[in-house]
């Protein structure tokens, strides 16, 4: 800890210098002022990440959905609550990043309109039309100041196929996946597994608490980020 | 607090001598491993209640939905997460209860079929059907040994009609009724405000914290408990 803290504070960490923006948590999408739909994330991951990369050295700025964690030790926390506010919130601060981090387990989907009353159950059947949210990792990838971009994967199958699909399809610089209900970790856990992929390589972190599986991670980040960028600028 | 531990110790505690069944929080309605359809209610209020309820001597036995708070003080806790999961719990117990009391905001509706793999977003839009779930609270209050019933409604308008038909609808002996969205309080706040009614009367409880609240409400019941009991004695 007090390693850390002086490796911080003389600019040692391994992110020494660098702004990294991470998303966390879940996002919560209304049906109505009362029902959403949401999902298992506890953020835990995230707030691990974020956590980790300050004691690197980064600035970190964290932009975090409704979680019942305790603030982590960052720069920057915004508290957002549907994938369209954490859309904005990530977008107006990916510029002033070197690396993203999107580590919250984001609504695909949402209600297409959210009723302003609550709704009155008459009916035995309810029909609820979703629409796809926006992709914000695409968009964080595809913009003109792209920072370095990590996507997160939680897969009931096909985990290794799914992680590189993804990394090839959004244009990201690394993937860590990991499994859900197989006893593996993942959501709602203290503990958690991973698979990580790049382009031309991949490792497994195996099952550990999410607090050294964080370190692990973004010690990797790390040197891939240094490899990527020690290559463009010898070019 | 030493009083009331007193109270309760020798049984001079309004619910001194009674079992008490109460429900808390929101249910999880899964619509595969990931996401589910759930609602804003952060158990407080629930939570609160169990704890007054004991401290006025009941034996307090507690069904809850997912929430962060605080184990509380009661004699009995068991988790649940599906809306069909309380009901067979609440069902189980409520036979050697005196009084129920439906504080948890249980979903109305579930999806019609749970998906066991992760739904891949590969359409623009999905259509989700919902059926309704089991009315735990009508299922309590037409039981064989039905407890003194008491329910919650969480309303965006109307709330005194509303509460009233359902004391009526659900054959109930007490209606506990909040806004939601007004600055009133209700959902995931500290503070809430009340409309309660019952077969011949009604009360309002003024904006105050949960706790001071969940003291009015439970001593507010006690009295309705023992005036229907001692009617029901003397015919």
Same mark, same amino acid.
């Given at each position: 800890?007090?390693?850390?803290?002086?490796?911080?504070?003389?600019?040692?960490? $391994? *992110?020494?210098?660098?702004?990294?923006?991470?998303?966390?948590?879940?996002?919560?999408?209304?049906?109505?002022?009362?029902?959403?739909?949401? +999902?298992?994330?506890?953020?835990?991951? #995230? /707030?691990? *990440?974020?956590?980790?990369?300050?004691?690197?050295?980064?600035?970190? %700025?964290? $932009?975090? #959905?409704?979680?019942?964690?305790?603030?982590?030790?960052?720069?920057?926390?915004?508290?957002?609550?549907?994938?369209? @506010?954490?859309?904005?919130?990530?977008?107006?601060? $990916?510029?002033?990043?070197?690396? /993203?981090?999107?580590?919250?387990?984001?609504?695909?989907?949402?209600?297409?309109?959210?009723?302003?009353?609550?709704?009155?159950?008459?009916?035995?059947?309810?029909?609820?039309?979703?629409?796809?949210?926006? @992709?914000?990792?695409?968009?964080?990838?595809? %913009?003109?100041?792209?920072?370095?971009?990590?996507?997160?994967?939680?897969?009931?199958?096909?985990?290794? @196929? /799914?992680?590189? =699909?993804? &990394?090839?399809?959004?244009? &990201?610089?690394?993937?860590?996946?990991?499994?859900?209900?197989? #006893? =593996?970790?993942?959501?709602?856990?203290?503990?958690?597994?991973?698979?990580?992929?790049? +382009?031309?390589?991949?490792? /497994?972190?195996?099952?550990?608490?999410?607090?050294? *599986?964080?370190?692990?991670?973004?010690?990797?980040?790390?040197?891939?980020?240094?490899?990527?960028?020690?290559?463009?600028?010898?070019?």
């Amino acid at each position: 800890r007090i390693c850390a803290e002086l490796d911080s504070l003389f600019g040692t960490g $391994v *992110l020494a210098g660098l702004s990294v923006l991470i998303s966390a948590g879940p996002t919560r999408e209304p049906i109505d002022p009362v029902r959403y739909i949401s +999902n298992r994330s506890s953020g835990k991951m #995230g /707030y691990a *990440l974020a956590e980790a990369a300050a004691r690197a050295g980064a600035k970190v %700025s964290l $932009v975090t #959905g409704p979680t019942a964690l305790k603030v982590p030790n960052v720069q920057e926390l915004s508290r957002v609550e549907t994938a369209e @506010d954490m859309y904005h919130c990530v977008m107006s601060k $990916v510029s002033s990043a070197n690396i /993203y981090i999107g580590a919250a387990a984001v609504a695909d989907y949402c209600p297409e309109t959210a009723a302003n009353r609550k709704i009155k159950k008459n009916r035995p059947e309810m029909v609820l039309t979703l629409r796809k949210t926006r @992709d914000i990792l695409s968009a964080v990838s595809g %913009s003109a100041e792209r920072p370095f971009t990590v996507g997160f994967a939680a897969e009931t199958d096909q985990l290794e @196929d /799914y992680a590189r =699909q993804k &990394l090839a399809a959004k244009s &990201l610089d690394l993937v860590a996946a990991n499994w859900v209900g197989r #006893g =593996q970790g993942g959501f709602e856990n203290d503990d958690n597994a991973l698979f990580v992929c790049w +382009n031309g390589g991949h490792t /497994y972190l195996p099952l550990a608490s999410k607090t050294a *599986l964080a370190e692990q991670l973004i010690r990797l980040i790390a040197e891939r980020y240094h490899a990527q960028n020690s290559a463009q600028n010898s070019r």
